[in-house]
């Protein structure tokens, strides 16, 4: 019997023997069939090494070692050497898009591998959206670039010359550092009380990241020490309990620190849409200082965030991304199982996707960019045909760090003031002090989903378009409520914040509101990114009980060794342990499972 790992020649040399030690005609059809089509197989394994495609080769070589020739598997071997690897990726948001970008730029994509970037929703983006309100350019997602420094996200804008635009949009410009900030009974506090307070919160907020040494006048043991802190919202109450016994020496008295206090929650209301934690109780003290920023300023993008996003699909052919195919399962095989490749599968493909609607896909390699939401509700919501599953499901270290790492949810909701409303000229950034829910100064009017809300301000200066921000249980509760009822609460809320008791909120740039009516706010249009069942929520934070490791574990792929090696590979903002939670980060994960992929197939720029 003849196997197909000799050498062409020596099977030259025993077809010879054969022929003078004398052979049927059919016989002699057969052998020269056969050694015609080793010919091919020599052939065509040649050009594959000579492509650098040492690791599909050596599968096929092992093929050969283990199985014996027969022409049914010569046709199979050929069919496995032409081939190309197909790469799947899931989601086309940033991560996913970048990976695409960054396979199609690396290498001539077309001959050596098919890559399609598989998209449930009807749009490309994911979590950037940039849209319009009231004739203004909005953000419903990503907003701002964070840092511009060494920012991948800053450099395509750039590129792109998306850093200016004709058409006003969201740069919420330079009176940021001009608030006013009033109380929930319409009396402005004088920045005397609220700026020491802030500063506290900022240097503490700093401390706990890493970015100084001590809090207040260089006392490392007094507050702001975070050993034995657990949470950012137990160190940061510490942090303040610090500050009042430290001051109560000189003036503080009873209303005085409840006013101090509702001071210091409005900036923690602040910090929970930056982490998108409910609960400051629940953000990892020791994860906050492996977080890191980007250098310099943080902007947002003129011409609007979905422009870095057709800026990566740009150079991919049409029909790469295939938009409204949802995936619904992502069969695999663990290492244990692999050489037991199912029957239907194409090709012996190890991966094979399910779609919603009925139809699947195989594929080698599939890299899953979708939320870390997502991945939480595939684990625990086994009873929901909707939702993402792995069949066989994930190794328990992997569920265990993505049911650990927290994921938020992180509203804005944008209102646009009538025209017919003239009683102010421009309208100022205000920041909402509430009071306790035990004082007395609590105003019964203003609905629960608005008190921890820190902020309202018009997008850009002189803008008619209002944005407030919304966190955790007020951000859901938002997604329930109509139009009606929101325009309702808001108007009402507003109405008492701006009911100086004085005549007239006087702001330090000169600004001025009138007392004179209702603020009249005619439409509103809120984000639902908790309902939304592609996200789930807004982006990812490290909760209590997780740890950075957490994400390191996320991002690994699965398998890394056996004979189809790297069938999943994990990408998305979530999966990047110091730039979580932004765009960069999705960024940068899509770059890195890419070239995973390229230095697995040999071929890096
Ligand atoms: C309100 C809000 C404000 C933000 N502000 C900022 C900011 O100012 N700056 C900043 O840097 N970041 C910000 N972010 C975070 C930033 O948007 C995200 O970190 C980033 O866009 C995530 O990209 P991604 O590719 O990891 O995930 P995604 O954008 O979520 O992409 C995943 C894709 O997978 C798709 N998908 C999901 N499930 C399936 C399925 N079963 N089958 C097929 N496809 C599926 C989704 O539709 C989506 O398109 C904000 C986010 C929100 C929500």
Not at 214 to 242: H, Q
Not at 382 to 404: H, Q, T, V, W
Request: net charge negative.
């Amino acid at each position: 019997m003849w196997v197909a790992g000799g050498s062409f020649k020596w099977k030259l040399m025993e077809f010879k023997r054969d022929l003078w030690s004398g052979m049927s005609f059919l016989a002699i059809q057969i052998r020269l069939s056969e050694l015609f089509l080793t010919l091919c197989v020599h052939l065509v394994a040649i050009s594959s090494i000579s492509q650098s495609f040492s690791n599909t080769h050596k599968r096929n070589f092992i093929f050969f070692k283990t199985h014996k020739f027969s022409f049914k598997k010569l046709n199979l071997y050929c069919k496995m050497v032409v081939k190309k690897p197909r790469i799947v990726i899931i989601g086309a948001g940033m991560a996913g898009l970048t990976a695409a970008n960054k396979l199609y730029k690396s290498v001539a994509v077309k001959e050596r591998f098919e890559v399609c970037v598989i998209e449930g929703g009807n749009r490309i983006g994911g979590r950037i959206n940039t849209s319009e309100f009231g004739g203004d350019r909005v953000e419903l997602g990503a907003t701002w670039i964070h840092g511009i420094g060494n920012s991948p996200v800053y450099k395509i804008a750039q590129e792109t010359n998306s850093m200016d635009s004709n058409k006003p949009w969201e740069c919420m410009d330079g009176f940021l550092d001009d608030p006013i900030t009033i109380d929930e009974n319409g009396y402005v506090l004088d920045p005397c009380l609220v700026n020491p307070v802030s500063v506290l919160f900022k240097e503490l907020m700093d401390f706990a990241q890493g970015k100084r040494k001590s809090v207040g006048n260089g006392n490392e043991n007094g507050n702001g020490n975070g050993n034995g802190n657990e949470s950012v919202g137990s160190f940061l109450r510490k942090g303040l309990e610090d500050y009042w016994e430290m001051v109560s020496r000189k003036e503080v008295n009873g209303n005085g620190k409840m006013l101090e206090e509702a001071i210091f929650a409005m900036q923690e209301n602040t910090q929970r849409t930056y982490t998108s934690a409910n609960d400051l109780y629940n953000l990892d003290y020791n994860a906050e200082s492996e977080y890191v920023m980007c250098p310099g300023e943080e902007v947002t993008i003129a011409k609007g965030y979905s422009r870095i996003i057709e800026s990566l699909a740009s150079i991919l052919p049409s029909g790469v991304i295939q938009l409204g195919k949802k995936v619904c399962e992502i069969e695999w095989h663990p290492e244990s199982e692999v050489g037991m490749i199912k029957n239907g599968h194409d090709d012996a493909r190890p991966v094979k996707l399910h779609f919603l609607d009925g139809t699947s896909l195989s594929a080698d390699h599939v890299i899953v960019t979708v939320s870390l939401g997502v991945l939480k509700a595939g684990i625990h919501d086994s009873d929901d045909l909707g939702m993402l599953k792995f069949n066989p499901p994930l190794p328990d270290y992997k569920n265990e760090a993505i049911s650990r790492l927290g994921y938020g949810v992180v509203n804005k909701l944008f209102m646009q003031i009538s025209p017919d409303f003239s009683d102010f000229d421009q309208f100022p950034f205000l920041q909402l002090v509430f009071h306790r829910s035990d004082s007395e100064a609590k105003n019964p009017k203003i609905p629960w989903w608005i008190r921890r809300t820190a902020s309202v301000s018009p997008i850009y200066r002189k803008s008619r378009v209002l944005l407030s921000w919304f966190a955790g249980d007020e951000a859901l509760k938002l997604e329930t409520l109509s139009d009606e009822v929101i325009l309702d609460e808001v108007s009402t809320t507003l109405s008492a914040f701006l009911s100086n008791p004085s005549d007239s909120h006087e702001q330090s740039n000169g600004n001025v509101i009138k007392n004179s009516s209702k603020l009249n706010l005619v439409k509103v249009l809120k984000t639902k990114w908790a309902s939304d069942p592609l996200f789930l929520g807004s982006y990812s934070y490290i909760a209590v009980g997780s740890s950075g490791c957490d994400m390191d574990t996320l991002a690994e792929p699965l398998t890394k060794s056996g004979s189809h090696p790297l069938q999943i590979l994990f990408a998305g903002e979530a999966t990047h342990r110091t730039h979580y939670s932004t765009t960069h980060g999705a960024y940068f994960s899509g770059i890195r499972e890419a070239n995973r992929l390229l230095e697995h197939y040999e071929c890096m720029n």
